[in-house]
């Protein structure tokens, strides 16, 4: 659904809250350009997609960048050889390399395409893939890192059309059969009805099945949900990861059409990645454009209750939320911590400017997903310190996100420990802790 301008006159309505955001200026020269994606890969490196939020909603194929934190934006267009292909999805692993999906809307035609030039240049990869005319139909591409990963389509001859590559995308493997769980009848994905966390990745079906991969696409299993749809007109869901097991799905109830539609929301949570859900309940916060603080329990944002639109967080996985500002449209959110994120607004003016704002308010309360932890981490975010407390620590160390390790310290049974944690670059990081007795708890925490 494209997204419209807000009014000027509820804009001035709320200037007051403007302190939590910065204004940026994507790039854009069209008026009314948004983002439907937001990529962080690090604290100065992020990608966005674009699309036209004007009435027309017309097919664009465009993206902009950031290499400085945003101070400055440069746009680009994903040129996949044809003006007809819609992009489903972007998917950047640094500055320069990036991968897109594409696809025909109607035949279904399409595959993936790589820039390692920053997208400048876009080349397809796996040029026999997506291409039976009648069943192929193109959906998603993400990477895990910069060597692997997976597309997804559906099902041709009787089974989903899932590609791997451990190569970055040189050469391609379709997924066998045999680790493929075969479709119902006429069951079929959802371009952007997908998400990914650590080395699991999800996608959903008109069915209301999730199919889950945790070894980067190698094998599948099929898992059941609470709905029969996730993107019907009367029923509907979204599903949000932190991490392998930890999960929500937000679904969608809809009575009456246009613009006399009732929409209604029951909240799901799983912590074992979706194999299955709680009882529900309902969910009646303004909040559904949403996003995870990837390893914690912090949800990001954004939404309208019909005369005014919000942007928050919560840090018990959707149950309670905290409103970080009102008054003005932002859609798509993403942070990469408690203090670095960004949300989407649209280009605005005769000579377009805006389009994104930058978070700049307080630290959003981090906090490690398990409970009952022997070890606590404070303050997280953390800053130059990281401070530890448990009982009779002997050993930490703290690994990156792709498990390298950064750090190791021992210790003499110790009930209290600091950690020098200012060459860390701004990011998430694991940290591990053991006492004494050989208890051994892991903990995320960010640096800012």
């Known amino acids: 659904m494209k997204q419209k301008l807000l009014l000027m006159a509820l804009l001035a309505a709320s200037w007051t809250m403007q302190s939590q955001w910065a204004t940026q200026n994507t790039g854009f020269t069209a008026a009314s350009r948004g983002l439907d994606e937001i990529h962080i890969v690090d604290a100065n490196t992020v990608w966005a997609k674009g699309y036209d939020g004007s009435a027309t909603g017309a097919n664009v194929q465009i993206f902009t960048k950031t290499t400085n934190g945003g101070t400055t934006w440069t746009t680009g267009t994903i040129n996949v050889g044809s003006a007809t292909l819609e992009i489903t999805n972007l998917m950047p692993i640094n500055a320069t390399t990036a991968w897109a999906g594409a696809v025909h809307p109607t035949n279904g035609l399409g595959g993936v395409w790589k820039t390692t030039n920053g997208g400048t240049s876009w080349t397809k990869q796996n040029t026999g893939a997506y291409s039976t005319i009648g069943s192929s139909f193109f959906n998603v591409v993400h990477f895990f890192d910069e060597n692997n990963g997976v597309t997804e389509g559906d099902p041709v001859a009787g089974e989903f059309e899932v590609y791997t590559t451990s190569n970055g995308g040189t050469t391609w493997t379709a997924v066998p059969a045999a680790s493929l769980p075969n479709p119902e009848s006429d069951e079929y994905g959802y371009n952007g009805g997908n998400v990914a966390a650590g080395?699991?990745?999800?996608?959903?079906?008109?069915?209301?099945?999730?199919?889950?991969?945790?070894?980067?696409?190698?094998?599948?299993?099929?898992?059941?949900?609470?709905?029969?749809?996730?993107?019907?007109?009367?029923?509907?869901?979204?599903?949000?990861?932190?991490?392998?097991?930890?999960?929500?799905?937000?679904?969608?109830?809809?009575?009456?059409?246009?613009?006399?539609?009732?929409?209604?929301?029951t909240l799901y949570k799983t912590s074992n990645g979706g194999t299955s859900w709680d009882s529900g309940a309902s969910y009646t916060s303004n909040y559904t454009n949403l996003n995870y603080i990837k390893g914690t329990n912090v949800l990001v944002g954004t939404g309208t209750d019909g005369d005014n639109f919000f942007t928050g967080y919560s840090n018990n996985n959707g149950t309670s939320w905290t409103q970080i500002d009102s008054g003005v449209q932002r859609v798509s959110i993403a942070f990469l911590n408690g203090t670095t994120g960004w949300a989407s607004g649209f280009t605005t003016g005769a000579t377009p400017t805006e389009g994104i704002y930058k978070y700049t308010g307080s630290a959003l309360g981090i906090e490690d997903i398990a409970s009952g932890k022997t070890f606590k981490a404070y303050p997280n975010p953390a800053n130059n310190q990281l401070n530890l407390s448990g009982a009779s620590i002997n050993e930490v160390a703290i690994y990156d996100l792709l498990g390298k390790q950064i750090l190791n310290q021992k210790f003499s049974s110790q009930d209290q420990v600091s950690l020098n944690v200012s060459g860390l670059e701004t990011g998430m990081y694991v940290l591990t802790a053991t006492n004494d007795s050989g208890a051994k708890e892991t903990i995320k925490f960010a640096k800012q």
């Open 199 to 265: 080395n699991s990745f999800w996608f959903v079906t008109n069915k209301g099945k999730l199919y889950r991969t945790t070894d980067m696409g190698a094998t599948w299993t099929k898992l059941d949900t609470p709905i029969t749809d996730f993107s019907a007109t009367a029923v509907g869901g979204q599903i949000f990861f932190s991490d392998n097991n930890n999960g929500i799905l937000l679904a969608r109830s809809t009575t009456g059409s246009g613009s006399s539609a009732v929409n209604t929301y």
